[in-house]
T-cell receptor, first 113, second 114 residues
């Protein structure tokens, strides 16, 4: 059973640019969540999608957006990049129901210069 | 709102000694609790979870955790630590009343010295 796949693994962008990160969940998982991990802030929840609908949203500016497709694959987009957006972005998928934990991808390391 | 606290930023332990990583939580309803481990430049790996039932939960790699409702704690334990257990550990809670979101603690770095 394939795990959660995130692409690309590494990304270097210039301040002001925009970036799109991709996440393919485990087959059959309809819930996809995104987290930002930084040394100072720990794991910060960005948003969660379920069946193409955003179900939860964290406390991030509108520059951070996401979407989910009918095959449950998800993308997140960050526009007008700032230096502080440099982080490891983690995607996680989950089966339906509160009893299930998340399965995480290896993350995308974004560096903004 | 649900929250998780991991009071120790780092735990140092000698190889072969018992390892404990502390976690306390706050939720409005019944808690669903999880422990994850993260190795450098990798995503989080699931260790174990508490949903209901026996307060002592056994998980991967010899880890176990004890759920204590009165103290709202879910401490992670391992009887005999290995150098390879050195990693970053996260406790997480899901409050069903607040949706499907997992809320994570700040993480505890474990350093096991030979």
């Amino acid at each position: 059973k394939a795990g959660v796949t995130q692409t690309p693994r590494y990304l270097i962008k210039t301040r002001g640019q925009q970036v799109t990160l991709s996440c393919s969940p485990i087959s059959g998982h309809r819930s996809v969540s995104w987290y930002q991990q930084t040394p100072g802030q720990g794991l910060q929840f960005l948003f969660e999608y379920f069946s193409e609908t955003q179900r939860n949203k964290g406390n991030f500016p509108g520059r951070f957006s996401g979407r989910q497709f009918s095959n449950s694959r998800s993308e997140m987009n960050v526009s007008t990049l700032e230096l502080g957006d440099s982080a490891l972005y983690l995607c996680a998928s989950s089966a339906t129901g509160p009893f299930y934990g998340y399965t995480f991808g290896s993350g995308t390391r974004l560096t903004v210069v | 709102a649900q929250s998780v606290a991991q009071p120790e930023d780092q735990v140092n332990v000698a190889e072969g000694n018992p390892l404990t990583v502390k976690c306390t939580y706050s939720v409005s309803g019944n808690p669903y609790l999880f422990w994850y481990v993260q190795y450098p430049n990798r995503g989080l790996q699931f260790l174990l979870k508490y949903i209901t039932g026996d307060n002592l939960v056994k998980g991967s790699y010899g880890f176990e955790a004890e759920f204590n409702k009165s103290q709202t704690s879910f401490h992670l334990k391992k009887p005999s630590a290995l150098v390879s257990d050195s990693a970053l550990y996260f406790c997480a809670v899901r409050d069903v009343a607040a949706g499907n979101k997992l809320t994570f603690g700040g993480g505890t770095r474990v350093l096991v010295k030979p």
